[in-house]
């Protein structure tokens, strides 16, 4: 998809153009990667402030039991999911994940109770596959329906919720992973406190012929900039979070991945739905015994970032390569560089050393915590 025509358009293209985004095709559509402050200035704004995210091209689905008893429609999710879905109040979400038969990672999602349905979100390069996969195996119990025509507008930072409490004042009493339908610029949009950054914020789910009139509002808040996909990046980097197809996907565990979690109780061995959904011996199995290897936090010396593929090894003369790199950049707000990557379980207590090749040198980097930054959300 070189050309520009070829790519598919969220409704704040034209806004992103007129704002002097330098744009770039990501997923199958053109969206900003960053406007004219540049990168480093608006992963900052975010941190301090409030930043506002085009994330229009993820992919929204609405699960709705044909029973019309959405504790149906839980149950139907639990058999893709290894996550309790079935408790999770309604106005709550929480974050699931998508397996294959061997245990690998299809996608990483968001599910959200909206009392009579539920919401999900998916990536947008799975988009097409996931509601697919939801048709075919939920399709004989529920109806699974795409909206991938909405906007979604993620507003992040500590600033985020004075802005968007001007427009609906009832957003300032949600916490963390919260969920309601709010009246926005007059029409019924879906609201989660929620975010990709490691600060507080919120998603927000908007009509596609409001997004425009919606993006606008905020951004002539004045603690409001917009922001592009080079912070999104370097952003939830800081705090940790997964990129699918680099830190995670089919060929990565839930456990090797550290993402254990994200499956509760009552899925595990011995809890009351033990099992059930793709994968289960594998993942059961490796939550009893453990992996063979591990997702790790990594930081580097000095101020040359280490960027995803760079090989990793056990010695400073890179004679035993023991994983690879999967995300890494400079962490604005660390004021250095970080990474995270696989590497084998006996590599993966922090504090450890071992090297990455980057331009032919073996450069120390230490097995560090995640995340790399304190994350705000309001519990």
Same mark, same amino acid.
């Given at each position: 998809m070189s050309e520009s025509a070829?790519?598919?358009?969220?409704?704040?293209?034209?806004?992103?153009?007129s704002l002097g985004a330098r744009m770039v095709p990501f997923a199958g559509y053109d969206m900003p990667?960053?406007?004219?402050? @540049? /990168?480093? $200035?608006?992963?900052?704004?975010?941190?301090? &402030?409030? @930043?506002?995210?085009? /994330?229009?091209?993820?992919?929204?689905?609405?699960?709705?039991?044909?029973?019309?008893?959405?504790?149906?429609?839980?149950?139907?999710? #639990?058999?893709?999911?290894?996550?309790?879905?079935? &408790?999770?109040?309604? @106005?709550?979400?929480?974050?699931?994940?998508f397996t294959n038969d061997t245990g690998g990672i299809l996608d990483d999602l968001m599910i959200v109770?909206?009392?009579?349905?539920?919401?999900?979100?998916?990536?947008?390069?799975?988009?097409?596959?996931?509601?697919?996969?939801?048709?075919?195996?939920?399709?004989?119990?529920?109806?699974?329906?795409?909206?991938?025509?909405?906007?979604l507008l993620a507003l992040q930072g500590p600033k985020a919720q004075a802005a968007l409490a001007r427009l609906a004042p009832d957003v300032a009493e949600m916490k963390f992973m919260d969920a309601r339908a709010v009246t926005l610029v007059g029409e019924p949009c879906v609201v989660s406190r929620t975010g990709y950054s490691g600060e507080d914020g919120y998603e927000? &789910?908007?009509?596609?012929? $409001?997004? /425009? !009139?919606?993006? #606008?509002?905020?951004?002539?808040?004045? #603690?409001?900039? *917009?922001?592009?996909?080079?912070?999104?990046d370097s952003l939830r980097l800081e705090a940790g979070l997964c990129l699918y197809g680099s830190d995670i996907d089919t060929t990565t565990t839930p456990v090797e991945a550290g993402l254990e979690w994200a499956m509760q109780k009552a899925r595990r061995t011995g809890g009351a739905r033990e099992g059930g959904f793709p994968g289960a011996a594998v993942i059961l199995a490796q939550l009893e015994n453990g992996a &063979?290897?591990?997702?790790?936090?990594?930081?580097? !010396?000095? $101020?040359?970032?280490?960027?995803?593929h760079s090989k990793l090894f056990a010695d400073a003369e890179g004679k035993t390569e023991i994983g690879e790199v999967t995300s890494g950049g400079f962490g *604005?707000?660390? #004021?250095?560089?970080?990474?995270?990557?696989?590497?084998?379980?006996?590599?993966?207590?922090?504090?450890?050393?071992i090297y990455a090749e980057v331009r032919g040198k073996y450069l120390p980097m230490t097995v560090a915590q995640l995340p790399f930054i304190t994350p705000t959300y309001k519990r």
């Open positions: 070829d790519l598919k358009k969220t409704p704040l293209h034209a806004l992103h153009v990667v960053q406007y004219p402050a @540049g /990168v480093l $200035k608006e992963h900052l704004q975010t941190r301090q &402030s409030a @930043g506002l995210f085009d /994330v229009s091209h993820m992919g929204q689905v609405i699960v709705k039991a044909k029973s019309g008893n959405n504790a149906d429609a839980a149950l139907a999710l #639990e058999s893709l999911v290894p996550v309790d879905v079935l &408790s999770v109040a309604a @106005g709550r979400q929480r974050y699931a994940l109770n909206m009392g009579d349905h539920f919401y999900i979100v998916v990536n947008a390069a799975c988009k097409d596959a996931d509601f697919a996969h939801m048709a075919t195996h939920l399709g004989a119990t529920c109806d699974v329906t795409a909206h991938f025509d909405r906007g927000i &789910s908007v009509p596609a012929d $409001k997004t /425009v !009139e919606l993006a #606008e509002a905020l951004l002539a808040m004045e #603690e409001v900039e *917009p922001i592009g996909l080079g912070a999104r &063979s290897r591990r997702r790790v936090g990594l930081k580097a !010396e000095g $101020k040359a970032p280490v960027r995803g *604005p707000s660390v #004021e250095g560089p970080v990474a995270m990557g696989y590497v084998p379980t006996a590599y993966a207590t922090n504090g450890t050393t």
